[in-house]
C-alpha cells in the first residue's frame, strides 16, 4: 500500500541553524501539508500546498519556513533560523485530487532544538 | 476557529467494552474525519464523514455527524488492548485540517 515517508526521523540541531526536512507523498496525489505537533499537544496545520504553490498557511507558517517541491517526488519544509520553540514532531501529509479528501500522514521527524 | 474539541480528554475502559468519544466543532466543515495516533508515532486515518452525511460504519468504528450542533461522536465496539491510542477528530473546510486536542484511550486487557 502507497504511503507517505518522510526523512530523517529525527534531527537535533542548535539554535539558529537551518533544517530542512523532507517528505516523499504519495506519488498521484496533488495536495501537500505540513503540520507539527509539540510534545503532549494538539496537531497544528501549518501549510498547505497545490500546484506549486502555497494555497493556505496558519499563523504559525511565518517568513521562517517556507516549503518547496523542488522535483515530482519530495516536498520539503525549511526552517530558516531555528528556536527553542520549533521543537516538535513534523508530519507531511498528501491527499488526493480533491484538497478535503483524506489526508495521509507520514510518521513525522522529530525536531529537537537546542 | 473551526478546530474540534474532543471530550472525553481522557477514557479508560476494560477490554470488550464499548468507547465513545465526542468531538464538537464551531463553523462550518466540508467533512470531519477522525485519526488515531500510537504514542510517539503519526497519525493514522479511520474515518471520514462528509458534512451531508449522517452515520457511517467501518469495521468496529462507528462515526455519526449532527451538523446542526457541530458535533461528531466516534465509537469503538468490543474494544481490545490494542486500540490503546489518543484519537483526534479533524475538521476541513477549505485546505486545512484543524485537530483536536484528542481522547487518550486506555484499553485495559
Known amino acids: 500500500e502507497p504511503e507517505v515517508t518522510q526523512t530523517p526521523s529525527h534531527q537535533v540541531t542548535q539554535m539558529g541553524q537551518e533544517v530542512i526536512l523532507r517528505c516523499v507523498p504519495i506519488s498521484n496525489h496533488l495536495y501537500f501539508y505540513w503540520y507539527r505537533q509539540i510534545l503532549g499537544q494538539k496537531v497544528e496545520f501549518l501549510v498547505s500546498?497545490?500546484?506549486?504553490?502555497?494555497?493556505?498557511k496558519s499563523e504559525i507558517f511565518d517568513d521562517q519556513f517556507s516549503v518547496e517541491r523542488p522535483d515530482g517526488s519530495n516536498f520539503t519544509l525549511k526552517i530558516r533560523s531555528t528556536k527553542l520553540e520549533d521543537s516538535a514532531m513534523y508530519f507531511c501529509a498528501s491527499s488526493g485530487w480533491r484538497s478535503q479528501e483524506t489526508q495521509y500522514f507520514g510518521p513525522g521527524t522529530r525536531l529537537l532544538v537546542l | 476557529s473551526q478546530q474540534g474539541e474532543e471530550d472525553p480528554q481522557a477514557l479508560s475502559i476494560q477490554e470488550g467494552e464499548n468507547a465513545t468519544m465526542n468531538c464538537s466543532y464551531k463553523?462550518?466543515?466540508?467533512?470531519l474525519q477522525w485519526y488515531r495516533q500510537n504514542s510517539g508515532r503519526g497519525l493514522v486515518h479511520l474515518i471520514l464523514?462528509?458534512?451531508?452525511?449522517r452515520e457511517k460504519h467501518s469495521g468496529r468504528l462507528r462515526v455519526t455527524l449532527d451538523t446542526s450542533k457541530k458535533s461528531s461522536s466516534l465509537l469503538i465496539t468490543a474494544s481490545r488492548a490494542a486500540d490503546t491510542a489518543s484519537y483526534f477528530c479533524?475538521?476541513?473546510?477549505?485546505?486545512?485540517?484543524?485537530f483536536g486536542a484528542g481522547t487518550r484511550l486506555t484499553v485495559k486487557p
Open positions: 479533524a475538521t476541513a473546510f477549505s485546505n486545512d485540517m484543524r
Open positions: 464523514i462528509r458534512s451531508n452525511e
Open positions: 500546498f497545490y500546484n506549486n504553490e502555497i494555497s493556505e
Open positions: 463553523t462550518s466543515i466540508n467533512n
